[in-house]
């Protein structure tokens, strides 16, 4: 069979064939190889096989361990459909999470087995399995599960992040992902004197997703790491010494407020970043003090990944000229803008809200809530958000989500919250907060305790301010440019 027609499944097995002793993963400085990936995919696809689920429906809490690479490439293998949950939730929020999705099986991590977890296992009637270490098996108690319809299209299902609306469950078809697998033109011998693939992107997330299509199912050793450091990323550039590097947009001022030493990152001739707006007067420091260009590029998980990017080919013709564009479209991809109040089309050289097409995804235009301006040479400049949210770091957090949850609680009446400017992650949220009369105050960190069991961590405000009356606008709805304008203080003293 030609490799144009292959499916994911087909490009997995033939992964799954690389000689056991190949180096695969190192994690927290021991080394896995393809022998260990082998073992437990097969593991894997063996307790699926003794669930009862037929081909059903996979629920994955993956935590960046290697038993969940190895997880992800069983379920894959077989040409399941994934749905992706973030592990890095309360166990409230992920129990209900798997009570949403409603799949027959869930995998995850032996911690993950929270009380929570197994009651929503038990009323759903789902098999589990259990991934501990380089092992995987079949839970004692829910090692069968009750059918469900098996999706007619497989898919690998990621919680977006929010660049078109509310963060929701988003099904990218395995056809997507075996193109971009087909597409880096690496052959399946690795070489053993290339740097390993840093893996530090969440497994979950469309960034962690390409980042396993890209390097991992090529054969590519990698380097996986819990989540991003600045000790880590530093330890790879000295240890392996490559030539290009990238990380999410808020390593950029973590690597300068570190004072990392110049010549520790000499070896890069251009950091790669994106999923985030990067603050210009950042990147001009990062470029002016370690003498590395920023490499920009903007995409999203609803476009299937990257749909405009600065390559090093257009820094190089480009430079100054362009400084801080994330770039030009992609082959195939269109871009078109949108005026914010009367939605009508704008022409190039204008500021408006952006729409996609995105040929990864099919032929309808996608439209965002990013506001951002295309010059007369196509290249596109970020501007903010047209629906208000935050962007904190690489996560989109959405004001009325916290709003929302807050209001849940017991001794609030009404609660605002708005993106206060941070200089490492962009913006942070800031929570202000009316109690209800003859409340008392039980403090920052009950609220806080309060929010965890109900939103994810990144949506955790990182600001508080208590007031009498919250402020209202004329048609009585929360005012937040004064909202803003309380957390003035936070911002300067920064």
Request: proline share 8%.
């Given at each position: 069979m030609e490799n144009s027609v292959k499916t994911l499944a087909e490009l997995v097995r033939d992964t799954l064939e690389l000689p056991p002793e190949t180096e695969a993963i190192e994690y927290q400085e021991r080394y896995y190889n393809w022998g260990d990936v082998q073992r437990v995919a097969a593991e894997v696809r063996?307790?699926?096989a003794a669930s009862g689920i037929g081909g059903g429906a996979v629920s994955f809490?993956?935590?960046?361990?290697?038993?969940?690479m190895a997880a992800i490439v069983g379920m894959l293998a077989d040409g399941r459909t994934v749905r992706m949950i973030y592990a890095f939730q309360s166990p409230a929020a992920i129990a209900a999470a798997i009570a949403k999705l409603d799949s027959p099986v869930a995998v995850m991590a032996e911690e993950d087995f929270t009380p929570e977890v197994r009651a929503v296992l038990a009323e759903k009637r789902m098999a589990a399995i259990v991934l501990s270490e380089m092992q995987a098996r079949l839970h004692p108690d829910f090692a069968h599960g009750d059918p469900r319809p098996v999706p007619a299209h497989a898919s690998v299902d990621i919680l977006t992040s929010g660049t078109t609306g509310a963060p929701k469950q988003f099904p990218i078809g395995h056809e997507v992902f075996a193109r971009y697998v087909l597409n880096q033109g690496m052959t399946l011998l690795p070489d053993p004197n290339e740097p390993p693939f840093l893996f530090s992107f969440p497994i979950g997330n469309i960034s962690g997703m390409y980042s396993i299509c890209g390097a991992f199912l090529r054969g590519k050793r990698v380097l996986l790491v819990d989540r991003f450091s600045i000790p880590a990323y530093v330890d790879y550039v000295r240890r392996f010494r490559p030539a290009t590097g990238g990380a999410p947009p808020a390593a950029v001022s973590m690597i300068l407020d570190a004072k990392v030493p110049k010549e520790d990152l000499a070896s890069l001739k251009y950091f790669s970043t994106?999923?985030?707006?990067?603050?210009?007067?950042?990147?001009?420091?990062?470029?002016?003090?370690?003498?590395?260009?920023?490499i920009l590029s903007y995409g999203a998980t609803e476009f299937g990944g990257p749909v405009v990017a600065m390559t090093p080919a257009l820094h190089a013709e480009w430079g100054e000229k362009k400084f801080g564009s994330v770039g030009r479209p992609m082959p195939?991809?269109?871009?078109?803008?949108?005026?914010?109040?009367?939605?009508?089309?704008?022409?190039?050289?204008?500021?408006g809200v952006l729409e996609v097409v995105s040929?990864?995804?099919?032929?309808?235009?996608?439209?965002?809530?990013?506001?951002?301006?295309?010059?007369?040479?196509?290249?596109?400049?970020?501007?903010?958000?047209?629906?208000?949210?935050?962007?904190?770091?690489?996560f989109k957090v959405l004001p009325e989500t916290i709003e929302r949850a807050l209001l849940l609680h017991p001794a609030i009446?009404?609660?605002?919250?708005?993106?206060?400017p941070d200089a490492r992650l962009h913006e942070v949220p800031g929570a202000v907060i009316q109690l209800k009369p003859g409340m008392e105050n039980p403090g920052i960190e009950a609220f806080k305790d309060h929010l965890r069991a109900l939103v994810m961590s990144t949506h955790l405000p990182v600001h508080w301010k208590f007031v009498d009356l919250l402020p209202k606008n004329a048609s009585f709805k929360i005012d937040r440019p004064a909202l803003k304008r309380l957390f003035a203080e936070e911002v300067t003293s920064a």
């Open positions: 063996g307790a699926l809490v993956p935590r960046n361990r290697p038993s969940a994106g999923a985030a707006p990067l603050d210009p007067t950042v990147q001009k420091r990062f470029e002016e003090t370690y003498g590395i260009p920023i195939g991809v269109e871009l078109r803008l949108r005026d914010a109040e009367t939605d009508a089309v704008l022409p190039i050289g204008n500021e040929p990864r995804m099919g032929p309808e235009w996608i439209r965002t809530s990013d506001v951002v301006f295309i010059d007369e040479d196509g290249f596109m400049f970020c501007r903010g958000r047209n629906d208000g949210a935050i962007m904190r770091g690489g009446s009404s609660a605002g919250v708005v993106g206060v």
